[in-house]
Nanobody, 122 residues
Framework: QVQLVDTGGGLVQAGGSLRLSCAAS????????MAWFRQGPGKEREFIAA????????NYADSVKGRFTISRDNAKNTVYLQMNSLKPEDTAVYYC???????????????WGQGTQVTVSS
């Protein structure tokens, strides 16, 4: 069983930046595909970004390309989401997720964090 803890959310003005972190328990972190999703008010959960087990491949939703960057530190069992040029429409609860099947790009994820709120004011 893997536990994921999302941190780093908060309130920021439009145009600002935040960095989210997701710390994972367990010894298999380096073999997982890691991803970030978000769910805005009244919206369905949306894929944001994914990174493969080595960090050599990434995948982004069109809505965040060029503004968000996903990265990982396997020595620290942590994945990050650097968010720049934030917009009010980025307001959502952000969740990290892990997939253990070593499929790139996964269609489903096995483990989920508890979420961290990001609010962008205009």
């Amino acid at each position: 069983q893997v536990q994921l803890v999302d941190t780093g959310g908060g309130l920021v003005q439009a145009g600002g930046s935040l960095r989210l972190s997701c710390a994972a328990s367990g010894r298999s972190f380096s073999s997982y595909v890691m991803a970030w999703f978000r769910q805005g008010p009244g919206k369905e959960r949306e894929f944001i970004a994914a990174i493969n087990w080595s960090g050599g491949s990434t995948n982004y939703a069109d809505s965040v390309k060029g503004r968000f960057t996903i990265s990982r530190d396997n020595a620290k069992n942590t994945v990050y989401l650097q968010m720049n040029s934030l917009k009010p429409e980025d307001t959502a609860v952000y969740y990290c997720a892990a997939d253990k099947t070593r499929i790139w790009v996964p269609r489903t994820y096995d483990y989920w964090g508890q979420g961290t709120q990001v609010t962008v004011s205009s």
